[in-house]
């Protein structure tokens, strides 16, 4: 069996793993792309993270090589943050149901 390491993020067949996470955790995925998504799902949240972690890692270099970004930027994108905190909120207050829309994998992305 090809091990994980031999492959780009993006290449290579699927192989199966197990993950621990809480069961409400799972039964918001669940709800919202229906047990048949929940793959894709999961993998398209990985892959953000990924992202995430990355530029994480430029935005530390940039710092350390230009400095922190003024306080005006900084809460600017506080600001940013806020609003999108708003907005998940307001979506787990409402979660979907299983069944109410089909899920898109390319939306996860």
Same mark, same amino acid.
């Given at each position: 069996? =090809?091990?994980? *390491?031999?492959? *780009?993020?993006? !290449?290579?067949?699927?192989?199966?793993? #197990?993950v #621990?996470?809480?069961a409400?955790?799972?039964?918001a995925?669940?709800?919202?792309?229906? /047990?048949?998504?929940?793959? *894709?799902?999961?993998s398209?949240?990985? !892959?953000?993270?990924?992202?995430r =972690? @990355? @530029?994480? +890692? @430029?935005?530390? /270099?940039?710092e350390?090589?230009?400095?922190?970004?003024?306080?005006?930027?900084?809460? &600017?994108?506080?600001?940013?943050?806020?609003? /999108? !905190?708003? @907005?998940?909120?307001?979506?787990?207050a +409402?979660? /979907?149901?299983?069944? =109410?829309?089909? &899920? =898109?994998?390319?939306? *996860?992305?």
């Amino acid at each position: 069996m =090809d091990t994980p *390491a031999e492959y *780009a993020p993006d !290449e290579g067949p699927a192989q199966k793993v #197990s993950v #621990s996470m809480p069961a409400g955790r799972i039964a918001a995925v669940k709800a919202r792309v229906g /047990a048949r998504g929940f793959s *894709a799902y999961i993998s398209a949240a990985v !892959e953000r993270q990924i992202q995430r =972690d @990355l @530029l994480e +890692e @430029l935005l530390q /270099a940039k710092e350390s090589e230009i400095g922190p970004p003024s306080p005006e930027i900084q809460e &600017w994108a506080a600001e940013i943050f806020r609003e /999108a !905190e708003g @907005l998940a909120a307001q979506e787990r207050a +409402e979660p /979907a149901r299983e069944g =109410d829309a089909e &899920w =898109d994998a390319r939306k *996860a992305g």
